[in-house]
């Protein structure tokens, strides 16, 4: 099978960015759609590798949260929880946009097309890159960690923030007093708690950059899979008549923080029909039990993933006999899109954890529109040094190739009959 020859050659080395492995990767799927005979654009893109700006900026917003939690002692909370929702809307909404400008080291989006005179235009996309491993002890505390991650979220910084504006408007009138007497055990609670949820977290990206040298992840199935999915269905579609343009997108930097499809979707925002444009995005495709369709993400908002898309994707699996379950949120290249309120759908593979009651609550809490029982289980391979060739099963990876075949196919013929 052609993939998963495509896979074994790209999970040779890693491919981290930077380095001279993302290049050599670079030029090999650059030499196989042009075999293909497709005409391929190797558009630059620019990230953020520098060690010291990645460790600065989490441990100023890891201060800055704790600074804030300890103002909430002598500070109206309910102002207090302004701020922490300033800092989130920041974060989210600002510090993306700001990070595009600073973004110095270079790489490369890889773009192979067909049929570009056609007016409708499928995206198919994925990432190249790969990451740094995530150590042994963080693989084995996100483990523990996804057991009560719907506690943990439901009391921070979602419970943080229901306390502090509860309390601040119980005393709306006295803007320098915070938590008092037994409110002071509530902010202790706090206080130890983001300690312990989240300094994990901060020493997990210390990781992930340079500043401990960890080892590389050889990124077998996160993202050689989708790549060489991508590439197998290119072949295979060459010759079809479609009725579409189609654009095969293998972006860089999403390791990095999503940064190659945030710069090609910012430079080619104006150019995209919001109504003529599908995307469909490929993460891991290549070795779990049962696929996982994105149907959306964010709780505040919800961007929800384009329905007919969705429809497609599960008439394909369905036709291909092949299990699968919805999910809710996870980062991804899919997220770029969705941002921009673009019709995109995503596709995984991953093994199925069944939901705790927790779960449960927090996805009842937040409104989640899933109705799924289980989400997926990655952590045993994602980001370490088990993502290697021999782990990929070869027929997972052949029927990944089907229904995105079949996708490509059936969205054709439905744009042949009217409006997808």
């Given at each position: 099978?052609?993939?998963?020859?495509?896979?074994?050659?790209?999970?040779?080395?890693?491919?981290?960015?930077?380095?001279?492995?993302?290049?050599?990767?670079?030029?090999?799927?650059?030499?196989?759609?042009?075999?293909?005979?497709?005409?391929?654009?190797?558009?630059?893109?620019?990230?953020?590798?520098?060690?010291?700006?990645?460790?600065?900026?989490?441990?100023?917003?890891?201060?800055?949260?704790?600074?804030?939690?300890?103002?909430?002692?002598?500070?109206?909370?309910?102002?207090?929880?302004?701020?922490?929702?300033?800092?989130?809307?920041?974060?989210?909404?600002?510090?993306?946009?700001?990070?595009?400008?600073?973004?110095?080291?270079?790489?490369?989006?890889?773009?192979?097309?067909?049929?570009?005179?056609?007016?409708?235009?499928?995206?198919?996309?994925?990432?190249?890159?790969?990451?740094?491993?995530?150590?042994?002890?963080?693989?084995?505390?996100?483990?523990?960690?996804?057991?009560?991650?719907?506690?943990?979220?439901?009391?921070?910084?979602?419970?943080?923030?229901?306390?502090?504006?509860?309390?601040?408007?119980?005393?709306?009138?006295?803007?320098?007093?915070?938590?008092?007497?037994?409110?002071?055990?509530?902010?202790?609670?706090?206080?130890?708690?983001?300690?312990?949820?989240?300094?994990?977290?901060?020493?997990?990206?210390?990781?992930?950059?340079?500043?401990?040298?960890?080892?590389?992840?050889?990124?077998?199935?996160?993202?050689?899979?989708g790549i060489a999915t991508m590439l197998e269905v290119s072949r295979r579609i060459k010759e079809s008549r479609l009725n579409m343009r189609v654009d095969i997108c293998c972006f860089a930097a999403e390791e990095s923080g999503l940064f190659g499809s945030r710069g090609w979707v910012e430079k080619h925002r104006?150019?995209?029909?919001?109504?003529?444009?599908?995307?469909?995005?490929?993460?891991?495709?290549?070795?779990?039990?049962?696929?996982?369709?994105?149907?959306?993400?964010?709780?505040?908002?919800?961007?929800?993933?384009?329905?007919?898309?969705?429809?497609?994707?599960?008439?394909?699996?369905?036709?291909?006999?092949?299990?699968?379950?919805?999910?809710?949120?996870?980062?991804?290249?899919?997220?770029?899109?969705?941002?921009?309120?673009?019709?995109?759908?995503?596709?995984?593979?991953?093994?199925?954890?069944?939901?705790?009651?927790?779960?449960?609550?927090?996805?009842?809490?937040?409104?989640?529109?899933?109705?799924?029982?289980?989400?997926?289980?990655?952590?045993?391979?994602?980001?370490?040094?088990?993502?290697?060739?021999?782990?990929?099963?070869?027929?997972?990876?052949?029927?990944?190739?089907?229904?995105?075949?079949?996708?490509?196919?059936?969205?054709?013929?439905?744009?042949?009959?009217?409006?997808?």
């Amino acid at each position: 099978m052609q993939a998963f020859e495509h896979l074994k050659e790209l999970a040779k080395e890693h491919r981290y960015g930077g380095t001279a492995e993302e290049r050599r990767a670079q030029e090999k799927i650059t030499r196989w759609f042009r075999e293909l005979g497709y005409e391929v654009q190797r558009e630059p893109t620019e990230y953020i590798s520098s060690t010291a700006y990645l460790v600065s900026k989490w441990l100023l917003i890891f201060a800055i949260f704790i600074l804030l939690l300890a103002s909430s002692l002598w500070i109206n909370t309910f102002l207090v929880a302004m701020a922490f929702l300033g800092l989130f809307a920041f974060l989210y909404k600002i510090m993306p946009k700001m990070e595009l400008k600073i973004a110095r080291t270079k790489s490369e989006n890889i773009i192979a097309t067909l049929n570009p005179e056609k007016e409708h235009r499928l995206i198919l996309c994925g990432h190249y890159d790969s990451a740094r491993v995530v150590p042994k002890w963080f693989t084995r505390y996100q483990e523990l960690r996804g057991a009560i991650t719907p506690f943990l979220t439901l009391i921070s910084p979602m419970g943080l923030l229901v306390v502090l504006i509860f309390h601040g408007l119980y005393y709306p009138f006295d803007l320098f007093s915070g938590f008092q007497g037994t409110w002071v055990y509530v902010w202790w609670f706090f206080f130890v708690f983001t300690l312990v949820n989240y300094v994990p977290l901060l020493i997990m990206v210390f990781y992930m950059t340079d500043l401990f040298g960890s080892n590389y992840s050889l990124g077998a199935d996160d993202n050689a899979s989708g790549i060489a999915t991508m590439l197998e269905v290119s072949r295979r579609i060459k010759e079809s008549r479609l009725n579409m343009r189609v654009d095969i997108c293998c972006f860089a930097a999403e390791e990095s923080g999503l940064f190659g499809s945030r710069g090609w979707v910012e430079k080619h925002r104006d150019e995209i029909d919001l109504e003529r444009t599908y995307i469909l995005n490929m993460d891991m495709v290549g070795r779990g039990e049962v696929y996982f369709l994105t149907n959306g993400i964010g709780l505040i908002p919800k961007k929800r993933c384009d329905p007919a898309l969705l429809e497609i994707l599960k008439e394909s699996l369905e036709s291909n006999q092949l299990p699968y379950e919805e999910m809710w949120g996870g980062a991804t290249d899919v997220q770029e899109f969705l941002n921009r309120k673009m019709r995109a759908v995503s596709l995984m593979r991953a093994n199925s954890k069944k939901m705790n009651p927790g779960h449960k609550i927090m996805n009842f809490i937040s409104r989640v529109p899933v109705k799924s029982n289980v989400y997926p289980d990655i952590a045993r391979w994602h980001h370490t040094e088990d993502d290697t060739t021999d782990k990929i099963h070869p027929d997972r990876l052949e029927s990944s190739v089907d229904t995105v075949e079949t996708f490509v196919h059936t969205l054709s013929s439905r744009i042949g009959q009217g409006p997808v």
